[in-house]
């Protein structure tokens, strides 16, 4: 008997419909690559996408997000079609998930939710199970009132229960002490780590940013000859991941980290924070960009605002544009887009505006010396300034 998949969530992959609103910021083809996102996010999780509904609106409608008529039309699609779940690109209020399930009768996920899912399925270590179930929890405790289940058997005795207490109540009380648990749990952890970087610190250090499925763990494998994890997959890298490296004579400490998205829930950018105190502390951020992505301007800005919305601000940035094999050059002809050149690359708006900036493929490996040449003289001015007396290296 052929053995079960991790990351299938049945036998039967369960099938998805996505459901997106373009409001007057937005336009179409901004909306259509959120929903293709979110469709690769419910690849991820193993769920199938069969069809996707967009509406035009001012905003999100208070009650069921989508107009009525849209509601209606989503739901004769699930009911005809036996749809499993439907997924919304944004967070939906307690009230707006109630509503719209009672009008549906099936599984409903929002992008929160979803993401959600897929870091619990990644998590690997103590430390990132723990963020995850924090930011469930979170989620979790102002939507009870939809569906919910019993959590656990209700505690007896006296002092235990407040006089006519609801399962509800019960519930949310467990889900409270769960919550300030999880947090202590993490206070803990967060002193661990902190220990082990003041034992690195006498070491320059360099972390990888960037939007997810950019590109960072093949290039954190080929700069330090580890083997981390990677995958073409959203979230395939979870957990910190720091290495050794030495180029030439000169050692530092690189790290991996969990890459961001768009829309991102509140509460996980809360739990990972201490994650990301690797990038915090870091001397130098490498910005892996996907240039080969439509998107990839839109990407750049959110890796950039969500560093800003973390606190990390004045660092020493190297932009490094991977996978310029895949890149498609847009051109106003009929002829056939030509590939560009290395130097053709290095002559563009992307190199002017991202200074300093690199061009790669990771996984060709072109380009790759160059890369590395940059990375050790920004590394070696970092080293001389920290240590003028230390003359080994130079």
């Known amino acids: ?54 509406q035009k609106m001012n905003r999100p409608d208070r009650a069921t997000f989508v107009g009525s008529g849209k509601l209606e039309e989503i739901q004769a699609y699930v009911k005809s079609e036996e749809i499993d779940i439907v997924v919304f690109d944004d967070e939906l209020s307690p009230s707006q998930l109630r509503n719209i399930e009672h009008e549906l009768q099936v599984k409903i996920l929002d992008r929160s939710n979803l993401i959600l899912d897929i870091f619990a399925r990644r998590a690997q270590t103590a430390q990132a199970r723990t963020q995850v179930e924090l930011a469930q929890l979170q989620y979790l405790l102002p939507r009870l009132t939809r569906l919910w289940t019993h959590l656990e058997r209700q505690k007896g005795g006296i002092g235990m229960r407040g006089p006519g207490e609801s399962q509800i109540e019960t519930d949310r009380r467990i889900i409270t002490n769960k919550i300030a648990l999880l947090k202590e749990k993490l206070k803990l952890i967060d002193k661990q780590n902190a220990t082990q970087r003041k034992n690195r610190s006498e070491l320059v250090r360099v972390a990888l940013v960037g939007y997810t499925n950019v590109g960072k763990s093949t290039i954190m494998n080929m700069i330090s000859k580890s083997d981390v994890f990677a995958e073409n997959k959203l979230f395939a890298t979870l957990d910190t991941t720091v290495r050794k490296v030495v180029i030439g004579n000169l050692p530092f400490l690189l790290s991996d980290t969990v890459g961001f998205i768009r829309k991102l829930p ?19 951020l490498i910005h892996v960009v996907d240039i080969s992505h439509p998107g990839f301007e839109d990407q750049i800005e959110t890796v950039n605002e969500t560093l800003k919305d973390l606190g990390i601000v004045n660092k020493q940035i190297i932009t490094v544009f991977n996978k310029i094999d895949a890149y498609q050059h847009e051109i106003n002809t009929e002829e056939e887009s030509a590939k560009l050149t290395l130097a053709d690359f290095k002559k563009s708006w992307m190199a002017r505006h991202n200074s300093p900036a690199i061009f790669i493929s990771a996984l060709n490996k072109d380009n790759i010396e160059e890369f590395r040449a940059l990375l050790y003289q920004k590394v070696m001015k970092i080293h001389q300034e920290r240590y003028p007396y230390d003359n080994l290296l130079y």
């Open 1 to 54: 008997m052929a053995k079960k998949n991790f990351y299938d969530t049945a036998i039967k992959p369960e099938r998805v419909v996505l459901v997106g609103i373009i409001q007057p910021h937005e336009t179409e083809e901004q909306e259509r690559e959120y929903l293709e996102e979110l469709e690769f996010l419910v690849d991820t999780a193993g769920g199938i996408t069969e069809k996707t509904f967009t």
């Open 266 to 284: 509140h509460h996980l950018v809360e739990c990972f924070k201490s994650t990301l105190d690797e990038v915090r502390e870091a001397d130098i």
